[in-house]
Structure formats: C-alpha cells, structure tokens
C-alpha cells in the first residue's frame, strides 16, 4: 500500500510535537530539580508580644503563629511577656499554641522578665499597660504607663534587634510610644508607631455598610491623630472601587451630614460600644488590626493605597513635630512614608488641630512624671 506525502509530513509533524513536548516536560522537571536545591528556609522572625496573656494577646498569638502578619512561608519565634500574677495564664497561652502544631512556629518564650523577654526581637507589639480605673486621675494612669514603658524601652533598647519595628497598642497609644521613644534612644524614630488601624478598620467597615458594598472595595479613608475619642476619621480622599472605576465615597454616599456627624462619632466611640455590648473590651478586632499593621509595614500595601498608622510627625500637615500622631502613610520594604499633599478643608483643619491639641497636653502630662 502506498503512502502518500502528505502521510508522511502528518507523521514527522507528530513525532516533532511530542519531542517538543517531551523536552518540555524534560526542562521543567530539571528546573524545578535546581529549584529544590537551591531553596532555603527562611531564618525566623522573633515576634515579642507584652501582655500575651491578656484578651488582646489570646487572639493575637495565634494569628501571628498561622502566618496572618508576617506571611504564609515566614517562620517565627514567639516571645511572650506578662506580670507575675498572670505567670500561669501565660503559660497556658504557650501550651495551647504548642497543642495547635502550628507549621510555622519555631519556638515559644512565655516569661514575666523583661529582658528574657526583649533578647533579639525584631518586631514587638506592646499590648501590656496599665488601664484607667474608676475614680483614678489622668496624671496617676499616665505615671503608671511611664514606669512600664520605661523599663520595657530600656530591655528593647539594650536587648532587641538592632533593626526592631515596634507596634504600641495599649492606652494611650500615641503617648506610650512617645515614651518608649524616650528610653530607647538608639531605636530610630521610624521603627516606633501606634496602633490607629483598628480606627481605620473601623471607619471602612462603617462605609462599607453604609454603601452595601464589600470592605476590600473601600479604600484611603483616614485615621487623623490620637487613639482616643478626639481622633478625625476623614472620607474626603476615600474612594470605592466600582463598576465604572474608582468613585468618591462622599459622592456615593451623597450624605454630609451623616458623613459629618454620625460617621464620625460613631468610629470615635465604637471602642465603648463594644464593651457595653459585650462587657468586655474590643480583643479580636484589636488584634485583627495589629497583624494588619505590622504586614503592611513589613510586606507594603498595595500600590494606590494607604492606611492609617500612628507615627513620628516631622511637622508635615501643620502637626507639631515630636509627636506620635496618626498619618495616611503607603509601606514598602518595611519603610513608612506619610502621605503627602493632600487638600485640607476648614472642617478637617479644626479636627485635626483639637486632636493634635489633646497630644501636646498628653505629652506635656507625661514628661511631669518622668
């Protein structure tokens, strides 16, 4: 039987698409071959939490430990520190993080001293401080924080790593981290900050329901100066990702006075709702926002996007410089910048100065109890 030419060019046709495929396969298999032998682990990151034990730290430790701060392929090194009276809670936080095997957890310090606690640590969430109780005066709190952020800030400063990032999260937030600033001399000024995320967090979610839109769609709402009741939760540069592109929340919500007024109180005061509802203070959400303040600083956000962190002011914004106020800031490669240019209107103006005001008088308490 005679084969034509065209059988012919079929059948060399196909013996060259498999030889192609079969080299292919041959390539990816002594790529990926290299590629093992080439990978090396990661050197852990020593995580140091300060009142580990508490409602705050409970939800924190897990999360850090699952991967949700620093990253699903870097590994850590938990330290936890805690008072005395609270040494056997803490140690119970340590066996069940050991219970649950998490993959990226490469060890666990549970201790009540400072300097065990401090050794090498490259970022340090400072949850621990010494809460406002009833009939207490603003001065006899604010003593008390000052003697636990001073000795906290001379362990970090003798003992953590050179390069340490340290988050304050416990109240006052803006004022411990000015302390801590003052007796950790040699931890530049750029690696101290507060939490103003969860605020942040707080005013997307607020928007979010407001519009019935996804959380992840809203975007460059801003957190303005202290963790306290006086703080701006500011829409005017905020957008929401639609259909048709990027669109400004106060246009979509077409509502000033609600933007104005209930918005604003409603973010300011959430912190006390939640312990009227739940006879308890805000500890997962806390957390939550921790973990996402500590990655973006560490991984970057995302290009277009900023967040609320509070930071050293360098004056920008007509803030007085010298304070741990809270800035719009973009992250990358574990540097923060605050963002810069952007429209003031009167409203904001006086907002941003009574917060700003309530700093100075917080600072001015604190240095009269060094």
């Known amino acids: 039987m005679e084969i034509t030419a065209w059988e012919i060019m079929d059948h060399t046709l196909l013996k060259k698409i498999l030889l192609v495929l079969f080299c292919t396969f041959l390539f990816w298999k002594i790529i990926r071959y290299m590629c093992g032998l080439l990978k090396v682990d990661k050197e852990p990151v020593t995580v140091l939490v300060t009142g580990a034990a508490g409602q705050i730290g409970y939800a924190l430790v897990p999360m850090i430990a699952r991967g949700l701060m620093l990253g699903s392929n870097q590994p850590v090194i938990l330290h936890m520190l805690d008072i005395e009276p609270a040494a056997e809670s803490l140690k119970g936080v340590k066996m069940e993080l050991i219970d649950a095997a998490f993959p990226l957890l490469r060890g666990v310090v549970a201790t009540t001293d400072v300097v065990e606690a401090c050794k090498d640590v490259n970022i340090a969430v400072m949850l621990g401080g010494f809460p406002r109780k009833e009939g207490m005066e603003r001065k006899d709190v604010m003593s008390k924080n000052v003697s636990i952020y001073k000795a906290q800030a001379s362990a970090l400063e003798e003992h953590a790593a ?209």
Request: proline letters at 3%; one cysteine or more; hydrophobic letters at 40%.
């Open 162 to 370: 050179a390069d340490c990032k340290v988050l304050v999260v416990a109240n006052p937030a803006n004022t411990n981290a000015l302390i801590l600033k003052e007796f950790a001399p040699s931890i530049p000024e750029k690696n101290i900050t507060c939490l103003t995320r969860l605020d942040h967090n707080r005013a997307l979610g607020q928007i979010s329901e407001k519009l019935n839109v996804h959380v992840s769609d809203v975007k460059n709402v801003i957190i303005w100066g202290n963790h306290s009741s006086t703080q701006y939760p500011d829409v005017n540069h905020a957008v929401v990702t639609t259909s048709n592109g990027h669109k400004p929340v106060r246009e979509l919500v077409a509502d000033d006075n609600w933007l104005n007024t209930e918005f604003i109180t409603t973010v300011q005061e959430r912190g006390g709702a939640i312990i009227k509802a739940r006879k308890l203070s805000s500890a997962l959400s806390a957390a939550s926002a921790a973990c996402d303040h500590i990655r973006d600083w560490v991984l970057g956000t995302p290009k277009g996007t900023w967040v609320s962190m509070g930071v050293y002011s360098d004056g920008c914004y007509g803030i007085q410089s010298g304070l741990i106020y809270s800035f719009p800031v973009t992250c990358d490669k574990g540097e923060w910048n605050i963002v810069q240019g952007l429209k003031i209107d009167e409203f904001s103006r006086e907002k941003m100065d009574k917060t700003a005001q309530e700093l100075i008088q917080e600072k001015k308490l604190a240095m009269s109890c060094l």
